[in-house]
T-cell receptor, first 114, second 112 residues
Framework: NAGVMQNPRHLVRRRGQEARLRCSPM?????VYWYRQLPEEGLKFMVYLQKENIIDESGMPKERFSAEFPKEGPSILRIQQVVRGDSAAYFC????????????FGPGTRLTVL | TQLLEQSPQFLSIQEGENLTVYCNSSSVFSSLQWYRQEPGEGPVLLVT???GGEVKKLKRLTFQFGDARKDSSLHITAAQPGDTGLYLC????????????WGAGTKLIIKP
């Protein structure tokens, strides 16, 4: 049973470009969470999604950031017009049906903005 | 704003020594989790504590949840180089069934 998959593992973008981060949850998991981690800091919650629904996006900047979890395919975290401050590790986690279940984390995507 | 403070931020000790890391808050959490994160990887859950005063043991690791459910500790006995990593605590606020508030982590290095 494969774990949470994220790709790419490393992504380099120039300022102003778009970044697309993908997350495939564990098989059978319908809840996806996105977190951001800066060096020497803990994880910061960004958004919580279920299939085709955004449940809580309170941790995500209102501009330039968007997330989706379509009926088919992976969850996507999209950052438009990236800036240097967007450089961070972005982690996706998934859980089974109940939101309070354990969250299983992917290996992360390390975004570097030049 | 709920915060979790971890201490120490960094700890480097010799193999065989004992150590304790702390996770403190002024807020009450319905549960608290400890994770270990290796470089370049995502966090992996070690334990969840739910009841005030609860103690859980995982081989040489002992986790304790404070009586008031505001703080927690992780004690490692006879540390080994394989224990090296970033240890993160994360608390679940009482008013949420999915949010996690994260500490900044304790970077632990065990020297052989």
């Amino acid at each position: 049973n494969a774990g949470v998959m994220q790709n790419p593992r490393h992504l380099v973008r120039r300022r102003g470009q778009e970044a697309r981060l993908r997350c495939s949850p564990m098989k059978g998991h319908s809840h996806v969470y996105w977190y951001r981690q800066l060096p020497e800091e803990g994880l910061k919650f960004m958004v919580y999604l279920q299939k085709e629904n955004i449940i809580d996006e309170s941790g995500m900047p209102k501009e330039r950031f968007s997330a989706e979890f379509p009926k088919e395919g992976p969850s996507i975290l999209r950052i438009q017009q990236v800036v240097r401050g967007d450089s961070a590790a972005y982690f996706c986690a998934s859980s089974p049906g109940l939101a309070q279940d354990e969250q299983f984390f992917g290996p992360g995507t390390r975004l570097t903005v030049l | 704003t709920q915060l979790l403070e971890q201490s120490p931020q960094f700890l480097s000790i010799q193999e065989g020594e004992n150590l304790t890391v702390y996770c403190n808050s002024s807020s009450v959490f319905s549960s608290l989790q400890w994770y270990r994160q290796e470089p370049g990887e995502g966090p992996v859950l070690l334990v969840t504590v739910v009841t005030g005063g609860e103690v859980k043991k995982l081989k040489r690791l002992t986790f304790q949840f404070g009586d008031a459910r505001k703080d927690s500790s992780l004690h490692i006995t006879a540390a080994q180089p394989g224990d090296t990593g970033l240890y993160l605590c994360a608390g679940r606020p009482s008013d949420s069934n999915y949010q996690l508030i994260w500490g900044a982590g304790t970077k632990l290095i065990i020297k052989p």
